[in-house]
T-cell receptor
Framework: QKEVEQNSGPLSVPEGAIASLNCTYS??????FFWYRQYSGKSPELIMF????GDKEDGRFTAQLNKASQYVSLLIRDSQPSDSATYLC????????????FGTGTRLQVFP | GAVVSQHPSWVICKSGTSVKIECRSL??????MFWYRQFPKQSLMLMAT?????????EQGVEKDKFLINHASLTLSTLTVTSAHPEDSSFYIC?????????????FGPGTRLTVT
């Protein structure tokens, strides 16, 4: 079982819709969770992080964490074509809080 | 947010030669930096953790004699790919941690694309 799993996609949504990206992780002791956006040929940029169960909102983005289910998601409201990118879920493992373990990413396509 | 730079942004080298990649934290001091490698359509794989003033910690399967890491100052870490081969062609990305008062945030450099011919 991979430490961090994501559906590779592509996830296609129309402009203005809500995009829902999901991620599961295997280390029950993980405490920190991050969502990064990566455009093709570029390095990742941090969108949001979440530490506590529940929802965390920042503009059009909402991160949701459910530690009991070992599940973290990212919702993008009012999706724009510029949101088209690969979204990487990253988790800090309990055995080394210095590290980030990345999922393989979900490619999002927002069409006009 | 904090800025991390990498140099060069891309490099082409011949098989058997060595290539050095620099990673700098421009507006903060980073005691810990990380080196990742990303192959096309794959995720980032952590290669090693670079600690200022001490030896790097390599991930399982990464050859420490092939990928030399030096973190000589609080703002600079270097990765040297020695005796490069075509299979080393990849996108190499560094990151640096900054303490934000209640948590660490990791900032990524723009990456270095290495092509070995």
């Amino acid at each position: 079982q991979k430490e961090v799993e994501q559906n590779s996609g592509p996830l296609s949504v129309p402009e203005g819709a809500i995009a829902s990206l999901n991620c599961t992780y295997s280390d029950r002791g993980s405490q920190s969770f991050f969502w990064y956006r990566q455009y093709s040929g570029k390095s990742p940029e941090l969108i949001m992080f979440i530490y506590s169960n529940g929802d965390k909102e920042d503009g059009r983005f909402t991160a949701q964490l459910n530690k009991a289910s070992q599940y973290v998601s990212l919702l993008i409201r009012d999706s724009q074509p510029s949101d088209s990118a690969t979204y990487l879920c990253a988790v800090t493992p309990s055995y080394n809080t210095d590290k980030l373990i990345f999922g393989t990413g979900t490619r999002l396509q927002v069409f006009p | 947010g904090a800025v991390v730079s990498q140099h060069p942004s891309w490099v082409i080298c011949k098989s058997g030669t060595s290539v050095k990649i620099e990673c700098r934290s421009l507006d903060f001091q980073a005691t810990t930096m990380f080196w990742y490698r990303q192959f096309p359509k794959q995720s980032l794989m952590l290669m090693a953790t670079s600690n200022e003033g001490s030896k790097a910690t390599y991930e399982q399967g990464v050859e420490k004699d092939k990928f030399l890491i030096n973190h000589a100052s609080l703002t600079l870490s270097t990765l040297t790919v020695t005796s490069a081969h075509p299979e080393d062609s990849s996108f190499y990305i560094c990151s640096a941690k900054e303490w934000r008062g209640a948590w660490y945030e990791q900032y990524f450099g723009p990456g270095t694309r290495l092509t070995v011919t």
